[in-house]
């Protein structure tokens, strides 16, 4: 079996798995804080994204054109404003500093209205919302997943592909090395 094969299966399982346990919680999930640091201005003089909390989201052309540039992994989101769980990926999971942090680092965001953008949509096979793929950096398609992912098991997925350990261990494995 193909390794990305392997890695589609291993993230459904985890995003089927996430879907459950919201599903059957009865408590608001807590987002998990990163540490406080000094707020510091970017040489632009604008303020980090996780100091705004907003991801730095890019257009499709332009953001596949700048990964390509800057030699960074591509987190292409699919939405819709009527999705609810869209709406609880920006409302937690997107909020996460964490997450903020290792995407503004280590990735180029990407998100796309699927309602607005169909032709896009249909190239990338979109199903169901929300859909996250992950790329590298010449557009290179690396695997994706449906559904909502809480902020620490999309973390998992960013470091496991920013390290492209993808290409020597299943994702299982890149779990367990902690």
């Known amino acids: 079996m193909k390794k990305e094969n392997v890695l589609v299966a291993v993230l459904i399982v985890i995003a089927v798995a996430g879907i459950f346990l919201f599903n059957s919680s009865k408590a608001p999930e807590t ?14 003089g604008t303020l980090p994204v996780e100091a705004t909390g907003t991801i730095g989201w890019k257009d499709y052309t332009p953001g596949m054109a700048m990964a390509g540039k800057e030699s960074k992994s591509i987190f292409l989101y699919f939405h819709a404003e009527w999705c609810t769980y869209c709406t609880k990926l920006k409302q937690t999971t997107f909020k996460d500093k964490k997450i903020l942090g290792y995407l503004e680092d280590n990735f180029i965001s990407i998100q796309v209205d ?47 592909v920013h390290t492209k350990s993808y290409n020597s261990m299943d994702f299982q494995d890149f779990i367990k090395q902690g």
């Open 31 to 44: 987002v998990t804080q990163a540490a406080q640091v000094p707020l510091q201005k970017s040489l632009s």
């Open 114 to 160: 699927s309602d607005k953008e169909q032709a896009l949509a249909q190239e990338w096979r979109v199903k169901g919302l929300p859909t996250l793929w992950f790329l590298e950096s010449d557009g290179t398609r690396i695997s994706s997943i449906p559904g909502y992912l809480d902020a620490t098991k999309l973390l998992q997925v960013l470091r496991y």
